[in-house]
């Protein structure tokens, strides 16, 4: 009986492995029903040519890109728009050459004399590695630049066939390059347009001539599946919102664009009754003739982090002095701004502080007092916004002796970024040596213990400028990674 028992169970598990099989190779052939080719092999059928004049054929199933001189970039267009789609496609490009594939993109008459302009999904042969980002043509510039993941700019393969995957489904525009995630943005400002292929103009005589091919070019536009989400980090564009992927990857909001909740006034039990409002989904630091803390004061987060990733959007205006503190501990007492780590916010071509410090260690994104910023920052200038991110990591295990003992360390949130437009300007580490040395040449000598510190509060400042802030979000990370 015990046996019959076994066989039939045996029988089930292997017809339910049966069911399952087909089920996934049901849904495997459903998806690939779905396809339909952009590019029948022969010609350029449903396609046509704007703007720059590079020469465009079909050879051996291929569309050929090659460049010419005294053009401007050129641009191989779908017939038909498309909003929600998954493409893929492969393409070689000449390694001396720049290219791109558009999509949800337009061209109008209204618009830079019919400029193409548009979201593209960069094709990047050079040193700089940014094959897969996303560049806006001919608006708003690099979108998503791949400084800010590593992984994707080892994905492209110079001299060889490269397998793209682009997925724009509502707000979500995600791209693959040879099966390696790339970009993840989240952008509202256009959800239908063609695709196109780019050959850009060219300035150097010896890059005439260079060639771009691709094949193999299908989308899907119905009953489609999003990829499963990643950790590769992502720009949601859309102010004072958490997209699904970032949710999944463990951001909350710390502004909620409507109210002051999860702040209060640093030193304080609530919120400031003056010096701060919320207005148009911005949390604004009021005008206070530029004195420290002298009109609503400084604010802070309700809860501490340690080991943790925090960004936001800031606009100063004219002259304007700010910062983004992190470890807070408001142990200290300071009569002024609370005294911690601080990413410096700043006007640096008009606010006389950024002609102080050290080489330039009280300019914009700097570790103010101590670190400058690299000189080749991107600053977006007063009245537009700028994008900041500071990263917190990992524990440093450290063993000295002490006497004749052996004395354990463990310092959590060693590691530290500052980002600026979602470009890395500094990084350092915290409780060592070296940067210790530093704090006893700054202002901060005098501080015990200033900057090791294990958990503390997020500080925004008011500096006595008006300065804005929006989409301010955090998450905590593991301090073992």
């Known amino acids: 009986m015990a046996k019959s028992k076994f066989l039939l169970f045996m029988n089930m598990k292997k017809l339910t492995m049966v069911v399952m099989f087909g089920l996934c190779l049901f849904t ?16 350029l059928s449903g396609w046509k040519q704007l ?3 590079a020469k465009y054929t079909v050879e051996n199933g291929e569309i050929v890109g090659t460049t010419v001189a005294d053009t401007p970039n050129s641009f191989l267009v779908t017939d038909k728009s498309y ?26 008459p209204d618009y830079m004399n019919g400029r193409v302009h548009g979201y593209q999904c960069e094709v990047d042969p050079s040193a700089r590695a940014w094959s897969g980002g996303i560049y806006d043509e001919a608006r708003r510039g690099w979108l998503y630049p791949l ?3 590593p992984k994707g700019r080892a994905a492209f393969r110079n001299g060889q066939w490269n397998h793209y995957r682009i997925e724009a489904i509502g707000n979500s525009i995600r791209t693959w390059v040879n099966g390696i995630p790339c970009a993840d943005l989240v952008d509202d400002m256009t959800h239908e347009g063609f695709i196109a292929l780019q050959v850009h103009a060219v300035n150097d005589p010896s890059h005439i001539g260079k060639q771009i ?49 999860g702040w209060r006034g640093s030193g304080k039990a609530g919120f400031p009754t003056r010096g701060w409002k919320v207005e148009n989904g911005e949390l604004i630091v009021e005008e206070g003739n530029g004195g ?10 309700e809860d501490e982090y340690s080991t943790f990733e ?24 300071s009569k002024e701004s609370a005294i911690g780590l601080e990413y410096q916010v700043l006007d640096d071509e008009r606010h006389p502080d950024a002609k102080l410090g050290t080489d330039g260690n009280r300019t914009v994104s700097s570790l103010y007092d101590l670190i400058p910023a690299n000189k080749n920052k991107i600053v977006n200038k007063p009245g537009e916004w700028n994008h900041a991110r500071i990263v917190v990591s990992g524990t440093r295990h450290e063993e000295w002796l002490k006497g004749n003992n052996l004395e354990t360390i463990d310092f959590v949130g060693a590691h530290v970024e500052h980002w600026l437009n979602h470009r890395k300007v500094l990084q350092y580490e915290r409780g060592t040596q070296a940067f210790y ?3 006893a040449r700054s202002k901060y000598a005098h501080w015990d213990g200033f900057g090791s510190w294990q958990s503390g509060h997020i500080l925004l400042q008011d500096h006595g400028n008006e300065v804005h802030f929006k989409s301010i979000k955090i998450r905590k990370l593991d301090p073992n990674q």
């Open 437 to 439: 040395a530093l704090v």
């Open 83 to 108: 909003g929600d789609f998954i493409l893929e496609l492969d393409l070689l490009v000449d390694s001396d050459m720049n290219s791109g594939i558009q999509i949800r993109s337009e061209s109008t």
């Open 213 to 261: 091919r691709w094949k193999n070019i299908r989308i899907q536009t119905g009953d489609l599946i999003q990829s499963p989400w990643t950790m590769v980090p992502v720009v949601n564009l859309i102010p004072n919102n958490l997209s699904p992927e970032e949710r999944a990857q463990g951001w909350q909001l710390l502004f909620d664009g409507k109210t002051t909740n």
């Open 28 to 43: 495997v052939r459903a998806q690939e029903k779905n396809w339909t080719d952009l590019f029948n092999g022969k010609d």
């Open 292 to 301: 420290q803390s002298q009109n609503g004061g400084d604010i802070v987060t």
């Open 310 to 333: 925090v960004q936001l959007d800031f606009k100063i205006t004219e002259g304007a002095n700010s910062g983004i503190k992190y470890f807070i501990t408001e142990k200290y007492g």
């Open 147 to 149: 400084d800010m993941n």
């Open 51 to 53: 703007n720059g004049k």
